[in-house]
């Protein structure tokens, strides 16, 4: 009898754990903004992401060693080495859903493709731009801009993304900044 009593305690408990906690998922508190202060051994990096295989093993494309700077008007990353390398891996990805920025084990922000100049598909979402049109066709440049192609950056789409994602950005940016990577 003293057994069942223990028992009927334990579901008790239970049950009263576990409705506690779904009235608590149910608050109307607005949801707390992205926002992080990354330990002195944190690293930023991109990686592929793998759909259902997300948390499995992740093949780095870049991590902040690699970056010579970030010009914050422009948008553009220049890589301390512009070689085949990295657009060989890049490519390798193409096909991807999406590329993922990592501060340590944290998601910072997705990037929803990696495309080039000749892409023909629209992007209302970050994307990782290789151009070599310009002035310097011979020297390729690497761009986060916040849509793809740039015409599409008034949709309220994109605007909506760009306003979901401004926390994020602004750690990027503050980030790239304590590392001495940053142009303006």
Not at 98 to 127: K, Q
Request: charged residues 30%; proline residues 3%.
């Amino acid at each position: 009898m003293k057994h069942y009593k223990t028992l009927a305690w334990t579901i008790a408990i239970a049950i009263a754990g576990t409705t506690m906690t779904a009235c608590s998922l149910d608050s109307n508190e607005p949801e707390k903004p992205f926002t992080t202060c990354p330990a002195s051994e944190t690293k930023l990096y991109a990686c592929e992401v793998n759909g259902e295989t997300r948390s499995a093993t992740i093949d780095t494309l870049f991590t902040e060693d690699d970056i010579e700077w970030f010009d914050v008007t422009t948008r553009e990353i220049r890589f301390k080495q512009q070689d085949e390398q990295l657009l060989s891996k890049l490519m390798k990805n193409y096909h991807r859903e999406e590329l993922e920025f990592r501060l340590g084990e944290s998601v910072l922000f997705e990037v929803s493709r990696f495309v080039a100049d000749i892409d023909s598909r629209n992007f209302f979402n970050l994307v990782l731009h290789y151009s070599v049109i310009g002035e310097d066709e011979g020297n390729p440049r690497y761009y986060l801009h916040d849509c793809y192609p740039s015409q599409l950056l008034d949709d309220e789409r994109t605007q909506a993304n760009i306003a979901k994602r401004a926390p994020q950005w602004e750690t990027f940016v503050k980030y790239i900044e304590s590392k001495g990577k940053l142009k303006k």
